[in-house]
């Protein structure tokens, strides 16, 4: 498929460079609303999606097309927050702010850490469900090595000023602000009847719960002590806020338990002692409503062992107030297996049914290996896990009968999205391993059936092709290390690049002829001269999409993990080879609670169904959408032009005057917008609303059914979120 050119409506995926020195794995996330984080030593990007639907010209190809703006955002991540930042959450609340002395950075118990010497370097990030942030969106947690999560998120910015990539309305992208965090001093508010002493705890992982369904969401946390943490955070934010406001939080700590398992900590000078935390630990599985409440499984790592809680949140609920949200007192069930450092846990999105039993299922990542598990939530297992040593499960060492490589870890896996009609044993799932080379065939695995041609090269995703033909790039051995006899210090990026021309410079110098070829020098005698290595996967809201965070280095030359010596790259691609997608596959993306940005993305990049509202599927008016305009034709008959005061009349999207003065319509009423600022954009098909409270003055009589009916953050169009 060409740059540019569109094939079943599905648009090609760019991929493109960073100027990054990745520190960590799991370092890119895909939000609800298709935004892309990706993480590095000090700083997160953050990659908008754009939406505009290429047209071509005079039949011309349009060009390129890239799923994100050119502009990313790029802010700082290492900043020692004072707990000053937390104040207005003990005020939101009414209490009572603790003092104490505070010293920046550090917390907990270890040696290291409580003295406050880590260089405080980005470990994890995860996006939050849709709801906490402006207009409905998700907010950024971000893991630093003080043992500090702090929650990023969009502030309000001027609408007049806003950044206008490719001559239209686009949200701004002016530095996130810090709203609150939590960890080496950042101390939050408990809920009443829950105890706590405050100290200066050291997190070493966190992980969000899915969407609550609107009311607020969950954040799971743990730190050093074993102690794992559930915190409720709600949001709400003023759609004309100042700039920079980042709206009003009602975060608490609503429950706390134990999760060391049943394995004893073992002694640092005890022979078969072995490092197994993991900065990844914690993992929430899908909910499942019972009656007027909805149960979820948590998962955690300890020492050889995995632990699922149960955790019930009970109805009714109410916005910006504290839940009620009880947590087993004892595991629901457990895995003993060997866990190496950095092992995690990805769950399916779909409870099944197993005759009268509630089941979900999931991947451990060891991280070598991948263990398919699956819980029940009406059959708990607690009785059968008991304390005992790691020798009498066989979780001491790992299974030397395993073949996989067992010196490669998994830095990315995802759970490709479930079948209805056909149940498999496991989840059908993806994954990638930290290190690509030309003699590791298993940097990427996959369960999904094979493709109709198993000896396509080109079969799988276009990232996997990239990487193998990074890897499998080859010179003769007297050009590839000629550079090394000259003396010289050729960086990974002279030798190692793709273009043919960048490679022809290379022999410079040489006996390379472009007619005859090289003379004298035995081209049989070739070298691999890339190695790769992949630090994290994502997948796309609605599953469609993979992206992979990938830094080349060169197998023959020293290099510098530095910004001018280290090139990183994000790739993506399609697990479907021919880019073509079943009506099946089509209803599962259907069937998923998307927002409209998911939606489009997924229609428009990974081959899901057309969306209402958006491109040439838009539908002019629904049934509700026409009941709503009906309210609103009395008094659209009413306005008149805002310069010559003469009757307006109606083509659909525009108003035009017997002078011919234009002006465009909302979205959402039909009424005509008479003056600049007041209606707002959606991000998605562009279409302009009328600000709600706008529509008040204009039309005080219905004022009952605006407050009701219309949204002051979703376009009345396509249901697409304002730009702000």
């Known amino acids: 498929m060409s740059s540019g050119t569109r094939k079943d409506n599905i648009l090609p995926l760019e991929s493109f460079a960073l100027t990054a020195v990745p520190a960590s794995t799991h370092n890119v996330v895909w939000s609800p609303d298709a935004e892309l984080a990706v993480g590095c030593d000090d700083c997160v990007y953050i990659f908008i999606p754009d939406f505009t639907i290429p047209k071509s010209q005079n039949g011309r190809d349009p060009g390129i097309v890239r799923q994100y703006n050119d502009v990313a955002l790029r802010f700082p991540s290492v900043e020692h927050r004072s707990p000053e930042l937390n104040r207005p959450l003990f005020d939101y609340v009414g209490q009572e702010f603790p003092e104490f002395e505070f010293v920046p950075g550090g917390g907990g ?113 743990a730190n050093d002590e074993d102690d794992i943490v559930i915190v409720s955070v709600q949001a709400k934010h003023d759609p004309n806020a100042d700039a920079g406001d980042c709206g009003q939080w009602r975060v608490e700590e609503v429950a706390r338990f134990t999760g060391m398992g049943p394995h004893p900590k073992a002694h640092q000078n005890d022979p078969d002692s072995f490092p197994s935390g993991s900065s990844f630990s914690l993992s929430w599985g899908p909910w499942l409503k019972k009656g007027a409440s909805k149960s979820s499984m948590i998962s955690y790592v300890a020492r050889g062992y995995v632990g699922f809680r149960q955790v019930t949140i009970d109805s009714p609920q109410h916005k910006m107030a504290s839940p009620k949200v009880r947590v087993d007192q004892v595991d629901t069930d457990g895995v003993c297996l060997y866990l190496a450092q950095d092992a995690f846990v990805v769950w399916e999105d779909l409870i099944w049914t197993i005759g ?265 008016s629904s049934e509700s959408r026409s009941a709503l305009k009906d309210h609103f034709e009395l008094v659209v008959r009413q306005q008149v032009c805002s310069f010559c005061k003469s009757p307006l009349r109606s083509d659909g999207k525009m108003c035009w005057c017997g002078k011919g003065h234009p002006f465009a319509t909302c979205a959402t009423t039909g009424l005509p917008i008479l003056a600049p600022g007041l209606s707002r954009t959606c991000n998605v098909c562009g279409s302009k609303c009328l600000n709600r409270e706008n529509l008040i003055v204009m039309a005080p009589q219905l004022k009952d059914i605006i407050m009701d009916e219309i949204s002051d953050e979703f376009c009345g169009n396509c249901g697409g979120k304002f730009v702000n």
């Open 109 to 221: 118990s270890g040696p290291v850490t409580s003295q406050g010497s880590s260089m405080n370097h980005l470990i994890s990030l995860e996006w939050s469900p849709c709801g906490l942030g402006r207009m409905n969106r998700s907010v950024l947690a971000v893991l630093t090595g003080a043992g500090t999560i702090t929650v990023y998120c969009e502030g309000a910015s001027d609408r007049k000023n806003a950044f206008k990539p490719r001559g239209r309305n686009a949200r701004t992208l002016l530095p996130w602000v810090a709203a609150w965090g939590v960890g080496a001093g950042l101390l939050l508010p408990v809920v009443e009847g829950h105890e706590v002493e405050y100290v200066k705890e050291y997190v070493t992982a966190f992980a969000w719960a899915r969407d609550t369904d609107g009311y607020g969401a969950l954040l799971a946390y």
């Open 356 to 620: 009268q039993s509630k089941v979900c299922r999931g991947i451990i990542a060891t991280p070598m290996l991948a263990k398919a598990f699956q819980v029940s939530f009406d059959d708990s297992q607690s009785g059968k896990i008991v304390r005992h040593t790691a020798y009498e499960c066989g979780s001491a060492y790992p299974d030397i009968e395993d073949d996989t490589p067992p010196h490669n870890p998994i830095t990315g896996l995802v759970i490709h999205p479930p079948s209805l009609s056909q149940t498999t044993r496991t989840p059908s799932y993806s994954l990638v391993r930290l290190s690509a080379t030309h003699e590791n065939d298993a940097w990427y695995q996959t369960n999904l059936p094979l493709p109709p041609n198993p000896e396509d090269e080109t079969a799988g995703p276009r990232w996997a092709t990239e990487i193998n033909q990074i890897v499998e790039h080859q010179l003769p051995r007297a050009m590839a290390y000629r550079a090394v006899v000259d003396g010289g210090s050729v960086g990974s990026e002279d030798v190692s690049d793709e273009d043919e021309e960048m490679e022809t410079e290379s022999f410079e110098g040489s006996n390379y002829d472009p007619d005859e070829g090289f003379a004298g020098i035995d081209t049989e005698d070739q070298v691999h001269i890339n190695r790769v290595r992949i630090w994290g996967m994502a997948s796309s809201p609605g599953g469609g999409v993979t992206a992979v965070f990938i830094s080349q280095h060169n197998t023959v030359f020293y290099g510098r993990d530095t910004f001018a010596g280290i090139k990183c790259r994000v790739l993506f691609g399609r697990h479907d080879s021919s880019a073509e997608k079943s009506e099946e596959a089509l209803t599962t993306l259907a069937m998923k609670k998307l927002s409209t940005e998911a939606k489009t993305w997924e229609w428009m990049y990974g081959g899901g169904p057309p969306v209402p509202g958006v491109g040439s599927s838009t539908i002019q």
